[in-house]
Protein backbone atom coordinates (compact mmCIF):
# COMPACT_ATOMS: atom_id res chain seq x y z
CA UNK A 1 0.00 0.00 0.00
CA UNK A 2 0.74 3.55 -0.55
CA UNK A 3 2.20 5.24 2.42
CA UNK A 4 2.43 8.97 0.75
CA UNK A 5 -0.77 10.12 -1.18
CA UNK A 6 0.09 13.90 -3.41
CA UNK A 7 -2.53 16.25 -3.60
CA UNK A 8 -3.76 17.76 -6.35
CA UNK A 9 -3.58 14.94 -8.70
CA UNK A 10 -2.75 17.32 -11.36
CA UNK A 11 -1.78 20.91 -11.43
CA UNK A 12 -1.74 23.53 -14.68
CA UNK A 13 -0.21 26.47 -14.48
CA UNK A 14 1.23 29.79 -16.33
CA UNK A 15 5.10 29.84 -16.59
CA UNK A 16 6.07 32.73 -13.83
CA UNK A 17 3.71 31.36 -11.37
CA UNK A 18 4.24 29.16 -8.03
CA UNK A 19 3.09 25.72 -8.19
CA UNK A 20 2.10 23.80 -4.78
CA UNK A 21 1.51 20.53 -3.98
CA UNK A 22 0.78 18.25 -0.96
CA UNK A 23 1.79 14.81 0.45
CA UNK A 24 -0.11 13.00 3.29
CA UNK A 25 1.38 10.13 4.89
CA UNK A 26 0.41 7.57 7.37
CA UNK A 27 3.12 6.40 9.81
CA UNK A 28 5.64 7.98 11.70
CA UNK A 29 8.78 8.74 9.72
CA UNK A 30 12.33 8.90 9.52
CA UNK A 31 12.59 11.56 6.53
CA UNK A 32 10.61 12.90 3.49
CA UNK A 33 11.80 13.33 -0.05
CA UNK A 34 10.46 14.59 -2.78
CA UNK A 35 11.09 13.29 -6.35
CA UNK A 36 11.07 14.28 -10.29
CA UNK A 37 9.89 12.45 -13.17
CA UNK A 38 10.08 13.92 -16.36
CA UNK A 39 7.55 11.96 -18.91
CA UNK A 40 8.72 8.14 -19.87
CA UNK A 41 12.18 8.42 -17.97
CA UNK A 42 13.68 7.57 -14.26
CA UNK A 43 12.88 9.41 -11.11
CA UNK A 44 15.16 12.15 -9.85
CA UNK A 45 16.03 12.95 -6.37
CA UNK A 46 14.83 16.72 -5.66
CA UNK A 47 15.01 17.54 -1.64
CA UNK A 48 15.11 15.75 1.06
CA UNK A 49 13.70 16.77 4.74
CA UNK A 50 14.44 15.14 8.14
CA UNK A 51 11.71 14.27 10.55
CA UNK A 52 13.02 16.49 13.39
CA UNK A 53 13.22 19.48 10.39
CA UNK A 54 10.95 21.77 9.47
CA UNK A 55 11.38 23.51 5.93
CA UNK A 56 14.52 23.29 3.37
CA UNK A 57 15.06 25.17 0.74
CA UNK A 58 16.60 24.41 -2.52
CA UNK A 59 17.18 27.09 -5.65
CA UNK A 60 13.65 27.43 -6.47
CA UNK A 61 12.07 24.52 -4.05
CA UNK A 62 11.08 25.13 -0.69
CA UNK A 63 10.04 22.12 1.27
CA UNK A 64 7.79 22.16 4.54
CA UNK A 65 7.01 19.00 6.99
CA UNK A 66 4.85 18.93 9.92
CA UNK A 67 5.21 15.56 11.42
CA UNK A 68 2.02 16.69 13.88
CA UNK A 69 -0.15 16.79 10.86
CA UNK A 70 1.84 13.92 8.73
CA UNK A 71 2.04 16.26 5.99
CA UNK A 72 4.46 17.98 3.78
CA UNK A 73 4.40 20.89 0.39
CA UNK A 74 6.70 21.31 -1.77
CA UNK A 75 6.91 24.73 -3.37
CA UNK A 76 8.13 25.55 -6.83
CA UNK A 77 8.79 29.33 -7.02
CA UNK A 78 8.91 31.26 -10.30
CA UNK A 79 8.26 27.89 -12.76
CA UNK A 80 9.64 27.21 -15.94
CA UNK A 81 8.19 25.67 -18.93
CA UNK A 82 11.08 22.26 -17.82
CA UNK A 83 9.30 22.34 -14.83
CA UNK A 84 6.55 20.15 -16.53
CA UNK A 85 6.72 16.74 -14.82
CA UNK A 86 5.23 14.28 -12.20
CA UNK A 87 6.34 15.13 -8.65
CA UNK A 88 6.34 12.49 -6.44
CA UNK A 89 6.42 12.07 -2.44
CA UNK A 90 8.58 8.95 -0.59
CA UNK A 91 8.85 8.59 3.01
CA UNK A 92 10.68 5.58 4.96
CA UNK A 93 8.26 4.48 7.92
CA UNK A 94 10.65 4.22 11.45
CA UNK A 95 12.33 0.94 11.26
CA UNK A 96 12.06 0.52 7.36
CA UNK A 97 14.41 1.09 4.97
CA UNK A 98 12.76 0.94 1.94
CA UNK A 99 11.05 4.04 0.28
CA UNK A 100 6.75 4.01 -0.13
CA UNK A 101 6.10 6.61 -3.25
CA UNK A 102 2.42 8.16 -3.62
CA UNK A 103 0.45 8.43 -6.69
CA UNK A 104 2.40 11.67 -7.66
CA UNK A 105 1.09 15.19 -8.89
CA UNK A 106 1.34 15.86 -12.49
CA UNK A 107 2.56 19.70 -13.17
CA UNK A 108 2.24 21.13 -16.67
CA UNK A 109 3.81 24.52 -16.81
CA UNK A 110 2.16 26.67 -19.58
CA UNK A 111 4.52 29.01 -22.11
CA UNK B 1 29.39 3.37 -14.60
CA UNK B 2 28.22 7.09 -13.75
CA UNK B 3 24.51 5.85 -12.81
CA UNK B 4 22.16 3.36 -12.33
CA UNK B 5 21.99 0.79 -15.90
CA UNK B 6 19.12 -1.04 -16.47
CA UNK B 7 18.72 -3.16 -19.36
CA UNK B 8 16.56 -4.16 -21.90
CA UNK B 9 14.88 -0.32 -21.87
CA UNK B 10 12.22 -1.96 -23.84
CA UNK B 11 11.15 -5.89 -23.87
CA UNK B 12 8.26 -7.04 -25.87
CA UNK B 13 7.09 -10.92 -25.26
CA UNK B 14 4.21 -13.07 -25.43
CA UNK B 15 2.11 -14.20 -22.46
CA UNK B 16 3.44 -16.62 -21.13
CA UNK B 17 6.98 -16.36 -21.46
CA UNK B 18 9.69 -15.34 -18.95
CA UNK B 19 11.80 -12.02 -18.87
CA UNK B 20 15.00 -11.05 -17.20
CA UNK B 21 15.56 -7.32 -16.03
CA UNK B 22 18.96 -6.79 -15.72
CA UNK B 23 20.22 -3.57 -13.36
CA UNK B 24 23.64 -2.01 -12.73
CA UNK B 25 23.40 0.03 -9.47
CA UNK B 26 26.18 2.72 -8.81
CA UNK B 27 29.48 1.52 -7.45
CA UNK B 28 29.82 1.75 -4.02
CA UNK B 29 25.95 2.10 -3.02
CA UNK B 30 24.94 -1.31 -0.68
CA UNK B 31 21.26 -0.63 -1.14
CA UNK B 32 19.59 -1.84 -4.25
CA UNK B 33 15.54 -1.24 -4.81
CA UNK B 34 12.70 -2.47 -7.69
CA UNK B 35 9.68 -0.91 -8.52
CA UNK B 36 7.05 -1.59 -10.81
CA UNK B 37 5.29 1.66 -12.31
CA UNK B 38 2.08 0.65 -13.83
CA UNK B 39 1.04 3.34 -16.76
CA UNK B 40 -0.17 7.11 -14.97
CA UNK B 41 0.91 5.53 -11.63
CA UNK B 42 2.99 5.82 -8.68
CA UNK B 43 5.92 3.30 -8.10
CA UNK B 44 4.87 -0.35 -6.22
CA UNK B 45 7.61 -1.29 -4.62
CA UNK B 46 8.84 -4.70 -5.34
CA UNK B 47 12.13 -6.18 -3.57
CA UNK B 48 15.15 -4.20 -1.31
CA UNK B 49 18.35 -5.49 -0.79
CA UNK B 50 21.29 -3.99 1.55
CA UNK B 51 24.46 -5.49 1.63
CA UNK B 52 25.15 -9.43 2.63
CA UNK B 53 21.50 -9.12 4.48
CA UNK B 54 17.99 -11.30 3.56
CA UNK B 55 16.91 -8.96 0.97
CA UNK B 56 13.00 -7.57 1.55
CA UNK B 57 10.62 -9.54 -0.52
CA UNK B 58 7.39 -8.08 0.65
CA UNK B 59 6.15 -6.39 -2.28
CA UNK B 60 6.46 -9.26 -5.09
CA UNK B 61 2.95 -9.54 -5.96
CA UNK B 62 3.58 -13.51 -6.92
CA UNK B 63 6.16 -15.91 -6.64
CA UNK B 64 6.10 -15.68 -10.95
CA UNK B 65 8.52 -12.77 -9.38
CA UNK B 66 11.64 -13.46 -8.15
CA UNK B 67 15.15 -10.82 -7.65
CA UNK B 68 18.82 -11.46 -7.01
CA UNK B 69 21.29 -9.65 -6.40
CA UNK B 70 25.35 -10.94 -6.90
CA UNK B 71 27.12 -9.01 -3.88
CA UNK B 72 26.83 -5.47 -4.00
CA UNK B 73 25.99 -5.67 -7.88
CA UNK B 74 24.22 -6.51 -10.50
CA UNK B 75 20.96 -7.25 -9.84
CA UNK B 76 18.52 -9.78 -12.03
CA UNK B 77 14.53 -9.33 -11.69
CA UNK B 78 12.58 -12.41 -13.59
CA UNK B 79 9.15 -12.70 -14.23
CA UNK B 80 8.38 -16.30 -15.11
CA UNK B 81 5.02 -17.01 -17.29
CA UNK B 82 4.97 -13.45 -17.82
CA UNK B 83 0.67 -12.27 -17.59
CA UNK B 84 -0.74 -9.16 -19.76
CA UNK B 85 -0.78 -7.74 -15.98
CA UNK B 86 2.80 -7.75 -15.94
CA UNK B 87 3.08 -4.52 -18.41
CA UNK B 88 4.75 -1.71 -16.73
CA UNK B 89 7.71 -0.04 -16.49
CA UNK B 90 10.29 -1.85 -13.88
CA UNK B 91 12.68 1.22 -12.27
CA UNK B 92 15.64 0.29 -10.62
CA UNK B 93 17.48 2.59 -8.00
CA UNK B 94 20.60 2.12 -5.39
CA UNK B 95 21.61 4.69 -2.50
CA UNK B 96 24.58 4.19 -0.16
CA UNK B 97 22.64 2.38 2.01
CA UNK B 98 23.62 1.63 5.50
CA UNK B 99 21.00 2.72 8.42
CA UNK B 100 19.06 5.26 7.36
CA UNK B 101 17.41 5.62 3.94
CA UNK B 102 18.75 8.40 1.71
CA UNK B 103 18.34 9.77 -1.84
CA UNK B 104 17.69 7.13 -4.39
CA UNK B 105 19.57 7.46 -7.68
CA UNK B 106 16.82 5.57 -10.21
CA UNK B 107 17.61 4.35 -13.59
CA UNK B 108 15.94 4.48 -16.89
CA UNK B 109 13.78 1.48 -16.16
CA UNK B 110 12.91 -1.55 -18.50
CA UNK B 111 9.41 -0.74 -20.06
CA UNK B 112 7.80 -4.24 -20.75
CA UNK B 113 4.97 -5.02 -22.53
CA UNK B 114 3.23 -8.33 -22.64
CA UNK B 115 1.25 -9.10 -25.56
Known amino acids: SQQGEEDPQALSIQEGENATMNCSYK?????LQWYRQNSGRGLVHLIL?????REKHSGRLRVTLDTSKKSSSLLITASRAADTASYFC???????????FGAGTTVTVRA | GAGVSQSPSNKVTEKGKDVELRCDPISGHTALYWYRQRLGQGLEFLIY????????KSGLPSDRFSAERTGESVSTLTIQRTQQEDSAVYLC?????????????FGEGSRLTVL
Open chain 1, 27 to 31: TSINN
Open chain 1, 90 to 100: ATDARGDYKLS
Open chain 2, 49 to 56: FQGNSAPD
Open chain 2, 93 to 105: ASSLGGTRTGELF
Open chain 1, 49 to 53: IRSNE
